[in-house]
């Protein structure tokens, strides 16, 4: 269940569970001033990123894996990267 936080127009911040489909709240839980939900940055675990896996050659990390030379992770990538210039229209 996602944590949203709140700011109230008096400066307090607070933090509310609540489901996805639930309405925001309305209210201050410190003193009942009109509150609204917050913009919050995200926190990624470390060592998020970009994974790309080749599930043809068995399902490894393309762009980490250290096994493969640079000439063959090209080799790899340079279809996709094609067709994906073809599809935005680059």
């Not at 493969?68 to 067709?83: A, F, G, K, W």
């Amino acid at each position: 269940m996602p944590i949203y936080e709140y700011r109230c127009e008096n400066g307090h911040l607070f933090e509310a569970y609540q489901h996805i489909i639930d309405p925001p709240l309305e209210k201050c839980k410190e003193c009942e001033a009109s509150a609204k939900r917050c913009i919050s940055r995200v926190n990624l675990p470390r060592g998020a990123g970009v994974y790309f896996f080749d599930r043809e050659h068995g399902n490894r990390d393309i762009l980490h894996d250290p096994t493969l030379s640079d000439s063959e992770r090209s080799s790899i990538l340079s279809p996709v990267l094609n067709d994906l210039q073809k599809n935005r229209g680059g």
